[in-house]
């Protein structure tokens, strides 16, 4: 089990140089990490880059009239900037982070790492190769709720994992290119993969989904894939659900914690409920015959700090810049991701059956799981020593 570590609040932050930085993609994720860029005293936002020059001249004009730019070719032989954040569809993440990452530029990129596995290894080894940042956007591991889930969850709190169960499922968008797994489920993935004590590691995963509006692609979907000591998870998408739930269930041998993202004023609770068995020096066939009994303690709500997640995104990338260290959701955790989706596409198209996951044998080591040790990561007003 990875070891978590106290959060510290440092007195005052060293003052370091801003870093130059364009952002590439003006669409729908571009205008929100301009602007998070744009509000931090450790970037200077020096272009926009899109296709759609005029679009890209609006976003400007919301940020100062910044300069645009209407090819990453162009952005990069007219700035000099140290890094890139990319906010385009996953279809063109290899070729322009490929692009980047040669010209010499660090990079965050929107979430999924890739469109493949295959091009994410290359995208790591190119990184790794120039001794760059190459940092997945996976913003939910920056709130502060996954920060405590995962503080709650390595500490033991919750006992043995037993299950998650994760909900996130709203009335579209229906992607053009991707099904709903490759739209949503990175989120919950990349939580997992932050939370849990061994990462996001199974061996194989199962996959069902429905595409009940004929669009060619899953619209509604179910991952099922097991967890260390029997225990297993399962993840609901959803592109057609008229409500909108963004819900994580992780249940624990002595308390389960239950994340509502949509609920500010209570996004954790804490039920100190549950089923007892006591697992310990008795055979399956034994336990098979013990009794069950039920808990029912008491129900907490820790209080939380109401911090945007994309700010300590922006945040981390300087810190890891400066600092040259991998970010905690960096290209091996994108890695992760990418083969969990990988296998499920290959699920899909076999009806439900379980698919292995590509790299699973090496998670934990060379560019499939490599996981920072020992390393500190600072976000806005927390430092968290060693628990990468």
């Given at each position: 089990?990875?070891?978590?570590n106290?959060f510290?609040?440092?007195?005052?932050?060293?003052p370091?140089?801003?870093?130059?930085?364009?952002?590439?993609g003006?669409?729908?994720?571009?205008?929100?990490?301009?602007?998070?860029?744009?509000a931090?005293?450790?970037?200077?936002?020096?272009?926009?880059?899109?296709?759609?020059?005029?679009?890209?001249?609006r976003?400007?004009?919301?940020?100062?009239?910044?300069?645009?730019?209407?090819?990453?070719?162009?952005?990069?032989?007219?700035?000099?900037?140290?890094?890139?954040?990319?906010?385009?569809?996953?279809?063109?993440?290899?070729?322009?982070?490929?692009?980047?990452?040669?010209?010499?530029?660090?990079?965050?990129?929107?979430?999924?790492?890739?469109?493949?596995?295959?091009?994410?290894?290359?995208?790591?080894?190119?990184?790794?190769?120039?001794?760059?940042?190459?940092?997945a956007d996976?913003?939910?591991?920056?709130?502060?709720?996954?920060?405590?889930?995962?503080?709650?969850?390595?500490?033991?709190?919750?006992?043995?994992?037993?299950?998650?169960?994760?909900t996130?499922?709203?009335?579209?968008l229906?992607?053009?290119?991707?099904d709903?797994?490759?739209?949503?489920a990175?989120?919950?993935?990349?939580?997992?993969?932050?939370?849990?004590?061994?990462?996001?590691?199974?061996?194989?995963v199962?996959?069902?989904?429905?595409?009940?509006l004929?669009?060619?692609?899953?619209?509604?979907g179910?991952?099922?894939?097991?967890?260390?000591?029997d225990?297993?998870?399962h993840?609901?998408?959803?592109?057609?659900?008229?409500?909108?739930?963004?819900?994580?269930?992780?249940g624990?041998?002595?308390?389960?914690?239950?994340?509502?993202?949509?609920?500010?004023?209570?996004?954790?609770?804490?039920?100190?409920?549950?089923?007892?068995?006591?697992?310990?020096?008795?055979?399956?066939?034994?336990?098979?015959?013990?009794?069950?009994?039920?808990r029912?303690?008491?129900?907490?709500?820790?209080?939380?700090?109401e911090?945007?997640?994309?700010?300590?995104?922006?945040?981390?990338?300087?810190?890891?810049?400066?600092?040259?260290?991998?970010?905690?959701?960096?290209?091996?955790?994108g890695?992760?991701?990418?083969?969990?989706?990988?296998?499920?596409?290959r699920?899909?198209?076999?009806?439900?059956?379980?698919?292995?996951?590509?790299?699973?044998?090496?998670?934990?080591?060379?560019?499939?799981?490599?996981r920072?040790?020992?390393?500190?990561v600072?976000?806005?007003?927390?430092?968290?020593?060693?628990?990468?």
């Amino acid at each position: 089990m990875r070891t978590p570590n106290p959060f510290h609040i440092p007195t005052h932050r060293q003052p370091t140089p801003k870093l130059k930085i364009a952002v590439v993609g003006a669409g729908y994720w571009g205008p929100n990490l301009a602007r998070n860029l744009q509000a931090s005293p450790d970037w200077d936002l020096v272009a926009i880059c899109d296709l759609d020059i005029e679009r890209a001249t609006r976003l400007a004009a919301t940020l100062g009239d910044i300069p645009v730019v209407e090819s990453l070719d162009e952005l990069l032989d007219t700035f000099d900037v140290d890094a890139v954040a990319i906010a385009t569809p996953a279809r063109t993440h290899h070729g322009t982070v490929m692009t980047a990452l040669r010209a010499g530029k660090h990079v965050l990129v929107e979430k999924p790492l890739a469109d493949s596995r295959a091009h994410g290894l290359e995208m790591v080894a190119e990184a790794e190769a120039n001794g760059l940042v190459l940092m997945a956007d996976h913003t939910y591991c920056y709130t502060p709720a996954v920060l405590k889930m995962q503080e709650l969850v390595q500490a033991g709190s919750l006992g043995e994992i037993l299950f998650v169960d994760s909900t996130r499922i709203n009335l579209g968008l229906v992607q053009p290119d991707v099904d709903v797994f490759w739209d949503l489920a990175p989120h919950d993935l990349a939580i997992l993969d932050f939370v849990l004590p061994g990462g996001l590691n199974p061996t194989e995963v199962s996959a069902f989904g429905a595409d009940p509006l004929g669009t060619g692609r899953a619209c509604v979907g179910h991952l099922n894939f097991r967890l260390p000591n029997d225990a297993t998870a399962h993840v609901h998408v959803n592109w057609l659900s008229p409500t909108k739930i963004r819900q994580m269930v992780i249940g624990g041998s002595l308390r389960t914690l239950v994340w509502d993202d949509l609920n500010p004023q209570q996004r954790l609770s804490v039920y100190d409920r549950g089923v007892s068995l006591d697992r310990q020096a008795k055979s399956a066939g034994e336990r098979k015959t013990s009794a069950v009994s039920y808990r029912l303690g008491d129900t907490w709500s820790p209080a939380l700090p109401e911090r945007e997640a994309l700010g300590q995104v922006v945040e981390e990338l300087a810190y890891c810049i400066h600092n040259k260290r991998e970010a905690r959701t960096g290209g091996a955790s994108g890695l992760r991701v990418l083969s969990v989706l990988e296998a499920v596409t290959r699920s899909l198209s076999t009806d439900g059956q379980s698919s292995p996951v590509e790299g699973h044998a090496l998670a934990g080591a060379g560019l499939a799981g490599t996981r920072l040790a020992g390393a500190g990561v600072q976000l806005k007003g927390v430092q968290l020593e060693g628990a990468l």
